[in-house]
């Protein structure tokens, strides 16, 4: 069985630039979530998609957004980047809604010069 | 202060040694408990799922909660090189499967020497 797979697994842009990165949930999984990874902050929870319904949102400005589509693919968009949104980001999949067990995806690294 | 804390240390053992790795948190409304383990370049993978407070064994691994401390706990027993990763926990309050959403420690990264 698959994993979830995030593309692409590296980025390089620059300030002001946009950005949409890519998540494959494990096969059944209909529940995406998407976290940023920082030294400094740690794991941080951006939002969950169930049924391409966002069920929840994290502290992040609204230049951070997403989507997920009828197939459980899930998109997230940066608009507007600025040096600090360089990190990695975590895509991790649940099976349903009564489940608390995540699986993640190997990442995206962005770094924004 | 933060949600929950975790020393990032790193934290180096020699192989065959007890670690002992720790969080502590402020939100008494979790109650699950959860621990993830890292290796380099690879995303979190689920060790122990835990609910309110107590202790869950799991092959070397054992996990413990003491919610009236608000700490939780997650001993390796007869540490080997594999182990070297850095560990993270995670808490949730409300229903299991719930849309609440997880808080993370920083994580602790260790290595197991040889």
């Known amino acids: 069985k698959a994993g979830v797979t995030q593309t692409p697994r590296y980025l390089i842009k620059t300030r002001g630039q946009q950005v949409t990165l890519s998540c494959s949930p494990i096969s059944g999984h209909r529940s995406v979530s998407w976290y940023q990874q920082t030294p400094g902050q740690g794991l941080q929870f951006l939002f969950e998609?169930?049924?391409?319904?966002?069920?929840n949102k994290g502290n992040f400005p609204g230049r951070f957004s997403g989507r997920q589509f009828s197939n459980s693919r899930s998109e997230m968009n940066v608009s507007t980047l600025e040096l600090g949104d360089s990190a990695l980001y975590l895509c991790a999949s649940r099976r349903t809604s009564g489940s608390d067990i995540q699986y993640f995806g190997a990442g995206t690294r962005l770094s924004v010069l | 202060q933060k949600e929950v804390e975790q020393d990032p240390g790193p934290l180096s053992v020699p192989e065959g040694a007890i670690v002992s790795l720790n969080c502590t948190y402020s939100n008494s409304a979790f109650q699950y408990f959860m621990w993830y383990r890292q290796y380099s370049r690879k995303g979190p993978e689920l060790l122990m799922y835990t609910y309110s407070s107590g202790n869950k064994e799991d092959g070397r691994f054992t996990a413990q909660v003491d919610k009236s401390s608000k700490y939780i706990s997650l001993f390796i027993r007869d540490s080997q090189p594999s182990d070297s990763a850095t560990y993270l926990c995670?808490?949730?309050?409300?229903?299991?499967?719930?849309?609440?959403?997880?808080?993370f420690g920083k994580g602790t990264k260790l290595t197991v020497n040889p």
């Open positions: 998609y169930f049924s391409e319904t966002q069920r």
């Open positions: 995670a808490m949730k309050g409300g229903s299991q499967g719930g849309s609440e959403k997880l808080v």
